[in-house]
T-cell receptor
Framework: DSGVTQTPKHLITATGQRVTLRCSPR?????VYWYQQSLDQGLQFLIQ???????AKGNILERFSAQQFPDLHSELNLSSLELGDSALYFC??????????????FGPGTRLTVT | GNSVTQMEGPVTLSEEAFLTINCTYT??????LFWYVQYPGEGLQLLLK?????DKGSNKGFEATYRKETTSFHLEKGSVQVSDSAVYFC???????????FGSGTRLSIRP
């Protein structure tokens, strides 16, 4: 158990809908990272937040957004869902801003299925 | 751009066999290199890392050496166990960036 929790574990929704994925980092960790894992794209970094502020952006679509709240939990919002958004979404946390210095601890993931 | 290429899976071995999973990278400068492991139904866990050329990372019997001359970071284990069955990801990171670039993953299955 990494100490990172993600809810829900599974999510099934229809195209065009909007969903919110939630992540609680390990106690004391200030950075939260979101990743998407799909069969065709592999594992891709989406976005990082540090202490409530966006710190780095990866291959995140404009239809997706994220935020980190004062209690440090984070939410990833996916809107206008398409079939291709079906994937496993991972959240990770680390103590600091740089992954060079700090190991990232991954949650168990949320499996999103868009039908 | 920066990228990581790892050997295609799945790889199937018998227990106690020797394991090598190849990983090569394309990058400018001197990235840090990582191997992550994903057990069934779980998130990724950092297995080992190396931050500069000729460093050897090791953990749980696995090792990998950062070879700048061949831009490689191959994962090895002398005697695999059934419990090593998982997907293994090679990855790189620059200290100036936050995002980790992952390879496509190699699924390893160990037969008893």
């Amino acid at each position: 158990d990494s100490g990172v929790t993600q809810t829900p574990k599974h999510l099934i929704t229809a195209t065009g809908q909007r969903v919110t994925l939630r992540c609680s980092p390990r106690s004391g960790d200030l950075s939260v990272y979101w990743y998407q894992q799909s069969l065709d794209q592999g594992l891709q970094f989406l976005i990082q937040y540090y202490n409530g502020e966006e710190r780095a952006k990866g291959n995140i679509l404009e239809r997706f957004s994220a935020q980190q709240f004062p209690d440090l939990h984070s939410e990833l919002n996916l809107s206008s869902l398409e079939l291709g958004d079906s994937a496993l979404y991972f959240c990770a946390s680390s103590p600091g801003t740089s992954t060079y210095s700090y190991e990232q601890y991954f949650g168990p993931g949320t499996r999103l299925t868009v039908t | 751009g920066n990228s990581v290429t790892q050997m295609e899976g799945p790889v199937t071995l018998s227990e106690e066999a020797f394991l090598t999973i190849n990983c090569t990278y394309t990058a400018t400068g001197y990235p840090s290199l990582f191997w992550y492991v994903q057990y069934p139904g779980e998130g990724l866990q950092l297995l080992l890392k190396a931050t500069k050329a000729d460093d050897k990372g090791s953990n749980k019997g696995f090792e990998a050496t950062y070879r700048k001359e061949t831009t490689s970071f191959h994962l090895e284990k002398g005697s695999v166990q059934v419990s090593d069955s998982a997907v293994y990801f090679c990855a790189l990171l620059y200290s100036s960036a936050s995002k980790i670039i992952f390879g496509s993953g190699t699924r390893l299955s160990i037969r008893p």
